[in-house]
């Protein structure tokens, strides 16, 4: 069977489903009190809504499919970007229920893979560590994965404790780019120096190379562009520097 990893903005897709609805049922409700008197304009009316809520619905399934397919090419995207020799500490910021935290663990043979998350439901759907502890575990790797509460904002680790550090899909949800600088300063100085750091997000990976830089990252190439849930994003990685 495969993974459940979630469900990305399980609210989002509700409201795009409600709003379908409503317009659905107001276009044939507006046909049907009309349809004696002024046939023709009820039926155009009707169309032009069921034609609204027919956009609202694709949206809707788009984004899930991004969410259940488009992120597993992703996933695999960012694990290519990393070489790994399989003894590596391994943090994933924003793990949410592990999709690039297993994948990540699937490479080990002695390193181990932690993942934090703060558990935002409005994010992800059936988002809780206990959640990503059974996948790491229906997956194989609950002995190289470790699951932790934390905020990417103020890690608890201390310096240079990671040779790889990962994050996908999680600094846009953080409420402002001073936020975002601090994440991305957190992940630097958790990863030890000949680290290497992989980051992929919507909306605002372009500002996050320069970012990376200045925090001490060489290497930083963020070439890698592709398109989320309709919304463009890109990866950043890059090797901390080591003197
Ligand atoms: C869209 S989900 C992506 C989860 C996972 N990385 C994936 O790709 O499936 C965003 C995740 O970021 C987490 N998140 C949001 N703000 C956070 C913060 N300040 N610190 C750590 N995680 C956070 C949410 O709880 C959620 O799990």
Sequence with gaps: MAIDY???????????????????AFGIGIYLMNRRDLPGPAMTLMLVLLLIAAGFVAVALYMRRSSQSGKLALRDAII????????????????????????????LKKGRATGI??????????NSQANTIANAKAEGVADRVKVETGDARNL????NSFDVVLSCTTLHELPDAESRQLALEEMVRVTRPGGQIAIFDVMHGGEYAA??????????????????WLVPGRLVVGQKRTA
Excluded: H
């Excluded at 979630?6 to 659905?24: C, E, H, K, V």
């Excluded at 970012?211 to 989320?228: C, E, F, M, N, P």
């Design 6 to 24: 979630g469900i990305d903005a399980p609210q989002t897709l509700s409201n795009l489903y409600w709003r379908a609805g409503t317009f659905a």
């Design 80 to 107: 290519n970007k990393i070489q790994w020799t399989g003894d590596e500490k391994v943090l994933d910021v924003g793990c949410g229920r592990g999709l690039l935290l297993i994948a990540a663990a699937k490479q």
């Design 117 to 126: 998350d703060i558990w935002d439901a409005g994010s992800l759907s059936a």
């Design 156 to 159: 608890t680790y201390g310096d």
């Design 211 to 228: 970012i990376l830089r200045k925090a001490g990252v060489d290497q930083v190439d963020d070439s890698y562009k592709t398109w989320l």
